[in-house]
């Protein structure tokens, strides 16, 4: 709760920091849509295994921003697909990008 006798700028100065915050997240929200709706383009029964290996792939990269990246597109992907999911496939995705990793190489399949 914002005191009476609050100093005008630095309420301001709050709101333009939320205001600020609150536009980085929707312009985040809208590139994982718009790289969910790409991938459901590209291949629909596909895109969401897709996302899966993007995201292992950066999180085994140690790219923790990329990584929630594509976590979150491949949760838009799972919200707006019609397509089934199958868990046993994304722990085969993850554990083949992590082989990957531990030998330094890149898989031959690209997502």
Not at 35 to 54: F, G, I
Request: aromatic share 8%; proline share 4%; glycine share 4%.
């Amino acid at each position: 709760m914002i005191r009476a006798n609050a100093n005008p700028i630095l309420v301001a100065g709050m709101f333009a920091m939320i205001a600020q915050w609150w536009g980085r997240r929707r312009k985040l929200q809208q590139m994982c849509r718009e790289d969910a709706r790409l991938l459901l383009e590209r291949n629909p029964s596909t895109a969401y295994y897709d996302a899966q290996r993007l995201a292992a792939r950066a999180r085994f990269a140690g790219d923790s921003q990329a990584f929630m990246h594509w976590a979150r597109v491949a949760a838009e992907v799972a919200r707006i697909s019609n397509n089934p999911m199958d868990i046993k496939v994304v722990q085969a995705i993850a554990d083949e990008e992590e082989q990957f990793a531990r030998h330094g190489s890149t898989p031959s399949k690209s997502a």
